[in-house]
Nanobody, 125 residues
Framework: VQLQASGGGLVQAGGSLRLSCAASGRTFSSNAMGWFRQAPGKEREFVAAISRSYTSTYYADSMKGRFTISRDNAKNTVYLLMNSLKPEDTAVYYC???????????????????WGQGTQVTVSS
């Protein structure tokens, strides 16, 4: 599975961005997907995940109510809608896919087998 993340950019605090992650190479609907982020000097952090069939979504506590993960299996794309952005949301955001034998999303980056290249999100105060 090859993943291509896009949609990052510079936004003011309180603003919104929608990230996209386009998948290719295999049947996208077979993969649970996740978003992680990494700020300079910090460890990679879980953001959100979604199961293969869109029946379950998972969020880090600090993102609940502000971020929404979704997927369009017909377009082989997973999205992350980010609202009410804060300066502390500034990071490189990565999308990731689990192998097709795993139905559910996961909070742990070690559970993901395929990674996109990342897209920078910068939130100014």
């Amino acid at each position: 599975v090859q993943l291509q993340a896009s949609g990052g950019g510079l936004v003011q605090a309180g603003g919104s961005l929608r990230l996209s992650c386009a998948a290719s190479g295999r049947t996208f609907s077979s993969n649970a997907m996740g978003w992680f982020r990494q700020a300079p000097g910090k460890e990679r952090e879980f953001v959100a995940a979604i199961s293969r069939s869109y029946t379950s979504t998972y969020y880090a506590d600090s993102m609940k109510g502000r971020f929404t993960i979704s997927r369009d299996n017909a377009k082989n794309t997973v999205y992350l809608l980010m609202n009410s952005l804060k300066p502390e949301d500034t990071a490189v955001y990565y999308c990731a896919a689990r192998r097709s034998t795993c139905y559910s999303g996961s909070y742990y980056y070690t559970d993901y087998d395929y990674w996109g290249q990342g897209t920078q999100v910068t939130v100014s105060s």
